[in-house]
Protein backbone atom coordinates (compact mmCIF):
# COMPACT_ATOMS: atom_id res chain seq x y z
CA UNK A 1 0.00 0.00 0.00
CA UNK A 2 1.18 3.72 -0.26
CA UNK A 3 1.14 4.10 3.24
CA UNK A 4 3.78 1.37 3.78
CA UNK A 5 7.13 2.19 2.52
CA UNK A 6 8.92 -0.08 0.76
CA UNK A 7 6.06 -2.78 0.60
CA UNK A 8 6.66 -5.62 -1.60
CA UNK A 9 10.47 -4.77 -1.84
CA UNK A 10 11.22 -4.48 1.99
CA UNK A 11 8.93 -7.19 2.06
CA UNK A 12 11.36 -9.24 -0.11
CA UNK A 13 14.75 -8.39 1.35
CA UNK A 14 13.54 -9.06 4.78
CA UNK A 15 11.70 -12.70 4.02
CA UNK A 16 14.56 -13.47 1.96
CA UNK A 17 17.29 -12.93 4.28
CA UNK A 18 20.09 -15.96 4.50
CA UNK A 19 21.04 -15.04 7.99
CA UNK A 20 17.04 -15.28 9.15
CA UNK A 21 15.13 -18.46 8.43
CA UNK A 22 16.99 -20.71 5.85
CA UNK A 23 14.59 -22.99 6.35
CA UNK A 24 11.41 -23.46 3.83
CA UNK A 25 9.11 -23.55 6.96
CA UNK A 26 10.39 -20.10 8.92
CA UNK A 27 10.11 -18.36 5.20
CA UNK A 28 6.54 -19.60 4.30
CA UNK A 29 5.99 -18.57 7.92
CA UNK A 30 7.22 -14.77 6.92
CA UNK A 31 4.77 -14.90 3.82
CA UNK A 32 1.73 -15.92 5.39
CA UNK A 33 3.10 -13.34 7.93
CA UNK A 34 2.91 -10.79 5.25
CA UNK A 35 0.04 -11.66 3.43
CA UNK A 36 -1.86 -11.76 6.50
CA UNK A 37 -0.74 -8.05 7.68
CA UNK A 38 -1.62 -6.80 4.07
CA UNK A 39 -4.76 -8.21 4.33
CA UNK A 40 -5.81 -7.27 7.61
CA UNK A 41 -4.83 -3.73 6.69
CA UNK A 42 -6.81 -3.96 3.33
CA UNK A 43 -10.22 -5.70 4.92
CA UNK A 44 -10.95 -4.50 8.98
CA UNK A 45 -13.06 -7.61 8.61
CA UNK A 46 -10.14 -9.76 8.19
CA UNK A 47 -8.90 -8.47 11.90
CA UNK A 48 -11.89 -10.76 13.33
CA UNK A 49 -10.11 -13.97 11.40
CA UNK A 50 -7.78 -16.36 13.59
CA UNK A 51 -4.09 -15.87 12.60
CA UNK A 52 -2.82 -18.63 9.98
CA UNK A 53 -0.70 -20.69 12.27
CA UNK A 54 -4.05 -20.93 14.70
CA UNK A 55 -5.44 -22.70 11.95
CA UNK A 56 -2.61 -24.83 10.54
CA UNK A 57 -1.37 -27.81 11.55
CA UNK A 58 2.60 -27.46 11.73
CA UNK A 59 5.22 -30.22 10.37
CA UNK A 60 6.11 -32.21 12.57
CA UNK A 61 9.41 -34.35 12.34
CA UNK A 62 9.42 -37.77 11.35
CA UNK A 63 9.17 -40.11 14.53
CA UNK A 64 6.99 -37.66 16.27
CA UNK A 65 5.01 -39.35 19.18
CA UNK A 66 1.29 -40.12 18.19
CA UNK A 67 0.00 -38.25 20.88
CA UNK A 68 1.72 -34.83 19.88
CA UNK A 69 0.58 -35.24 16.38
CA UNK A 70 -3.12 -35.98 17.26
CA UNK A 71 -2.37 -33.38 19.62
CA UNK A 72 -1.44 -31.09 16.98
CA UNK A 73 -4.36 -31.59 15.12
CA UNK A 74 -6.91 -31.20 18.06
CA UNK A 75 -5.28 -28.26 18.29
CA UNK A 76 -5.96 -26.95 14.60
CA UNK A 77 -9.37 -28.24 15.38
CA UNK A 78 -10.02 -26.43 18.56
CA UNK A 79 -9.39 -22.97 16.71
CA UNK A 80 -11.13 -23.87 13.58
CA UNK A 81 -14.41 -24.77 16.60
CA UNK A 82 -13.69 -21.19 17.99
CA UNK A 83 -13.25 -19.34 14.85
CA UNK A 84 -16.39 -20.63 13.72
CA UNK A 85 -18.12 -20.24 17.05
CA UNK A 86 -16.73 -16.57 16.79
CA UNK A 87 -18.62 -15.70 13.55
CA UNK A 88 -21.86 -17.34 14.35
CA UNK A 89 -22.04 -14.72 17.34
CA UNK A 90 -20.66 -11.81 15.49
CA UNK A 91 -17.61 -11.97 17.46
CA UNK A 92 -13.88 -11.17 16.75
CA UNK A 93 -11.43 -14.83 16.93
CA UNK A 94 -9.12 -13.40 19.53
CA UNK A 95 -12.18 -12.01 21.69
CA UNK A 96 -13.67 -16.12 21.08
CA UNK A 97 -10.30 -17.34 22.26
CA UNK A 98 -11.39 -15.43 25.54
CA UNK A 99 -14.75 -16.11 25.86
CA UNK A 100 -14.36 -20.34 25.65
CA UNK A 101 -12.86 -20.39 28.95
CA UNK A 102 -15.86 -18.72 30.68
CA UNK A 103 -17.75 -21.31 32.59
CA UNK A 104 -20.81 -20.11 30.71
CA UNK A 105 -19.46 -20.77 27.35
CA UNK A 106 -17.59 -24.57 28.34
CA UNK A 107 -21.13 -26.49 27.41
CA UNK A 108 -20.73 -25.17 23.58
CA UNK A 109 -16.73 -26.77 23.60
CA UNK A 110 -17.58 -30.06 25.39
Known amino acids: SKSDRGGALKFFQTAFDRTGDPCLEGRIARMMEYIELRQRSADPAACNAPPWEDVTVRSLPEG ?47
Open 64 to 110: TPPQEVVGEHLRVFMAECTWRWAKLRGMSYDAAKEARQLEEHQEDFA
